[in-house]
């Protein structure tokens, strides 16, 4: 049984874009990073060895899935960003505002993912329970 690798959680995270263009490998790493400081100061440590590319154990496969939509989240991000900075297109003889549309769904979507996150990483968490009288 061999470690985890980064490769496999990319690959995962891979599944999840509708993109319409190649995504630039340094991004995606970058996403990655973000991904597991923030799985890493909620939850714990997943000993990642950057040098080379593989995790210190064989993770789960709902740790590999949480990191990839926390890569997922970090996306959405990005391309709300993007779609907020298009401006309609009026002209003489034209006029394009559907932008709006897409703002909202790519809102919504992120929502969505930010919120099934956060259900990832609770349902991962050691809960507390006081037994006995208080």
């Not at 509708?18 to 923030?38: E, H, P, Q, T, V």
Request: proline share 1%; aromatic share 12%.
């Amino acid at each position: 049984m061999a470690n985890t690798t980064y490769t496999e959680v990319k690959t995962v995270f891979e599944s999840m874009p509708m993109s319409k263009y190649i995504l630039n490998d340094n991004l995606i790493r970058c996403w990655f990073f973000r991904a597991l400081g923030d799985y890493e100061l909620e939850l714990t440590s997943l000993g990642f060895n950057s040098e080379i590319d593989e995790f210190s154990t064989k993770l789960t496969i709902y740790q590999i899935n949480t990191l990839a939509l926390l890569m997922y989240t970090y996306y959405l991000s990005r391309e709300l960003s993007r779609v907020e900075k298009l401006n309609g297109i009026v002209g003489k003889d034209i006029s394009m505002t559907g932008m709006d549309a897409t703002k909202r769904v790519t809102l919504s979507d992120l929502k969505l993912q930010i919120e099934k996150v956060e259900t990832m990483i609770n349902k991962q968490k050691q809960h507390c329970f006081a037994w006995g009288d208080e």
